[in-house]
């Protein structure tokens, strides 16, 4: 049981572990309580694709001072016993009369003085993983102290990238590249569409990639509408825009960016929305710097879409990335996050077409003093032609 | 847009609604109000990975009479509209001051009387997939309402599957299966576990998973302890035993067993805990019932298990399946959950072996009046030799 298995060096997880507790000290909270994958892992290295089953809920606890705390079902302490952690406490989940909560409340209690406040992240792009009536017994059963959200705690740690972090979502994006490199191989007139879509799973494994999270696209002809849908049989035809978009994760690092191909040869409006996009996320990667805010970002792209006559897609026009497909900020006109040297971002322009015949495009980026680096190589200014 | 993307016909989900509306009645519930993939999926036949993202919350309305509301984000109206939905509002998201809270709220106010309850579940194995800063304000834009526990509306009818059900979850074991039978090309002395869990997955996409979303297992000489770990790149060596899980998805449907396989000859003990094994599946296989508890599934394969000198693993040995890889209820001594005609699980004997060497077996059933029939192919009784 001695083999571990950390991903990183430990002091990349004290590190994370020192910045959280100085954000908690800010924030003025005495415990943070995690309950999902994507923070769990942060803090710990804790990576498991158990998190499918929703069976059993996992917790960590945070002090003010000191180590983090699992407090986890006996299942997973072989697998956390291979991390840092070293305070590990568990029972045997599930249990429908106690699922960890009495063993969560007396390591909160045990960690936090009365009346203090006990962060757990409530806002935005956040959810809390465990039964919400186990939730409300926790909140009894820690008596005086209560609840405070913790979004802004977790967030402005999380979202500086460190060099090691930027170097798992750079190999996770050269996976994605290469596959992506051998989507011509797989995809023509007359394949289905759901064929391409497990070709291109099968070439992202061949890779490099542990296990593919994320892959969406569209296809239709001259371009596409939706892009959240399961890919049907209906096969390709010439004039059809293809795009194919994943996250790819490796070592527990995702990557999300797209590309789009045109089956045989695009029309006019094809090809021009693809060069405005292409012009769109130019223009972010030249402009983009840190203390700008999310919606200056969703701003500079917008611009030169709609200078080019299109309506830029609704919703965000890019996001974070990392341990998560999307982190926080959006990139739309209302998000006020401001950027900071270190964030990993997607720049992702989108074009809505009349008659639901649009186009998307998305690159990955660190975000530095000198402006973007991109993660993910530059789709090429010109729709590449299968 | 017309084009509809419904998975079953509508009468499948007419059905589902109405029996939801009975269970809802009984409950006193005037609402429920569904958020997670698999709820929303079960009603709607939504399916997709934009799941993947946290950044957006989805919601379905189910009122006490009439069809269901959709309250989600834009971007998800295509797919929505091609599914049996007609009610579908929408809000742009991600909306950092409004995300869909006062457009749910307002849904939820008109279609239920003031003093009602508002029904959200939040049981055992359940979560709330949204911010709880945004749950607390729909609680209190709500009014004179207030949410109560919906975990046995949702699960009482969910848990039993249709003849339609059924038949994608049998498909699913299919894939599976025929990825399991090409193993032994892929497995061998030498070879990184990593590479055979790249293998398996790509596997089962060529034998038709629409997307893998879990794969697990463990290799160690003459047996394993931890199966939630991703892959290490240890070569397997000759002694080792190797096992293999997966929850394959087709059409938003799971299976969810394993295999195990001997590299080179097995030891003794190895053979005795595959037998043994085999044999508690068997008597499961043979005796349960309708009516039985929970805790009696799990009694049935322990009692096996212990008769034979090993100790049954820690936590539950076997659970339901469905739209998720698991669901209710457990089989552990604690679970009272009756079981019912029509459920579909698994059984899931393990052995906790000394020095963490045991083994876990798992085959996929549906629940009849005459006793279960298997959906997965039955495993060997013998340990197969690769």
């Known amino acids: 049981m001695a083999e571990q298995s950390l991903i990183f060096p430990r002091a990349e997880y004290q590190t994370r572990l020192h910045q959280l507790q100085i954000q908690m000290e800010e924030d003025g909270l005495a415990v943070l309580l995690l309950t999902t994958p994507a923070d769990i892992f942060y803090v710990t ?15 960590v606890v945070i002090p003010a001072k000191g180590d983090p705390v699992a407090v986890i079902p006996s299942i997973g302490a072989d697998l956390m016993g291979r991390t840092w952690m070293t305070d590990i406490r568990t029972w045997t989940a599930p249990n429908p009369y106690d699922d960890g909560i009495s063993l969560l409340a007396d390591t909160i209690t045990a960690l936090s003085p009365q009346h203090s406040r006990i962060g757990v ?49 750079r190999a996770s994006c050269a996976i994605a590249a290469r596959a992506f490199d051998r989507v011509p191989d797989f995809a023509r007139a007359g394949q289905g569409l759901d064929a391409v ?23 239709g002809p001259g371009g596409y509408g939706d892009v959240i849908s399961p890919a049907r049989q209906t096969p390709l035809q010439p004039g059809d825009i293809l795009m194919l978009d994943t996250g790819a994760v490796r070592d527990g690092y995702f990557c999300d960016f797209d590309r ?5 040869p695009a029309n006019d409006t094809a090809k021009h929305m693809h060069r405005t996009l292409w012009h769109a996320t130019e223009h ?38 990392g341990v998560a497909l999307t982190e926080w900020p959006s990139f739309t006109p209302q998000d006020q996050t401001v950027l900071r040297d270190g964030m990993v971002l997607t720049l992702e322009p989108g074009i809505f077409g009349a008659g639901g015949v649009g186009m998307v495009h ?23 032609e299968i």
């Not at 992240?121 to 059963?141: F, K, N, V």
């Not at 690159?363 to 530095?368: A, D, K, Q």
């Open 45 to 59: 290295g804790f990576l498991t694709r158990f998190w499918e089953s929703p069976a059993r809920p996992w917790f």
């Open 121 to 169: 992240p409530m806002g935005p792009e956040t959810h809390l993983r465990m039964p919400l009536a186990d939730y409300a017994e926790l909140s009894h059963q820690i008596g005086a102290r209560h609840m405070a959200d913790a979004t802004h705690t977790v967030q402005r740690v999380r979202e500086i990238k460190s060099a090691a972090e930027v170097a798992k979502i």
């Open 197 to 219: 879509f497990r070709a291109f799973q099968i070439a992202l494994l061949q890779e490099g990639a542990d296990w593919v999270s994320y892959v969406a696209g569209g296809a």
């Open 284 to 321: 972010a990667l030249q402009t983009l710097r840190p203390d700008m805010r999310a919606a200056d970002a969703h701003r500079l792209m917008a611009d030169v879409i709609t200078r080019e006559g299109f309506a830029p897609a609704q919703g965000r026009l890019g996001h974070g990335l």
């Open 260 to 264: 789009n191909y045109s089956i045989g």
């Open 362 to 384: 998305e690159e990955n980026i660190l975000l530095t003093q000198r402006g973007p680096e991109l993660l993910s190589p530059r789709a090429p200014k010109d729709l590449p």
